[in-house]
Nanobody
Framework: QVQLVESGGGLVQAGDSLRLSCTAS????????MGWFRQAPGKEREFVASISWSGGNTYYGDSVKGRFSASRDNAENTVYLQMNSLQPDDTAVYYCAAGGVFSDSRKGYHYWGQGTQVTVSS
C-alpha cells in the first residue's frame, strides 16, 4: 500500500514558477515509477510528466515540454515537479501518482494523492 501527499500549490502570476512536492509512504517507493497529472474544471485528467524508478528517464506531455521538469529523491521518498513559465492554462488541480509501470496513461498507476491546487493569474 502506498499513500501520497502533494504540496506546493498556490496562486501565482503568469510567468512565475512553482515547485510541487509529493511525499510517499508505504512499500517499495524506490522501485515505483511516478507520474504527475492535472485536471482543470470541465476537463479530463491530463498527463503531465512521468519519471522512472531510478529517476534516469522522464517523459512529458506536449503542453508542458520545455517548461516543466520532474525529479525524485528516493532517499526522501519524494518526487518533484518544477513548473516554470506558468500560464493561466496551467491552472488545475495537480495529482501525484505511483505506478507499476513507466507510463503516460492513467491505467499504469495504482495509487493517487488528493491533489494540490495551482492557480495562475494573468
Amino acid at each position: 500500500q502506498v499513500q501520497l501527499v502533494e504540496s506546493g500549490g498556490g496562486l501565482v502570476q503568469a510567468g512565475d514558477s512553482l515547485r510541487l512536492s509529493c511525499t510517499a509512504s508505504g512499500s517499495n517507493f524506490s522501485r515505483r515509477p511516478m507520474g504527475w497529472f492535472r485536471q482543470a474544471p470541465g476537463k479530463e485528467r491530463e498527463f503531465v510528466a512521468s519519471i522512472s524508478w531510478s529517476g534516469g528517464n522522464t517523459y512529458y506531455g506536449d503542453s508542458v515540454k520545455g517548461r516543466f521538469s520532474a525529479s525524485r529523491d528516493n532517499a526522501e521518498n519524494t518526487v518533484y515537479l518544477q513548473m516554470n513559465s506558468l500560464q493561466p492554462d496551467d491552472t488545475a488541480v495537480y495529482y501525484c501518482a505511483a505506478g507499476g509501470v513507466f507510463s503516460d496513461s492513467r491505467k499504469g498507476y495504482h495509487y493517487w494523492g488528493q491533489g494540490t491546487q495551482v492557480t495562475v493569474s494573468s
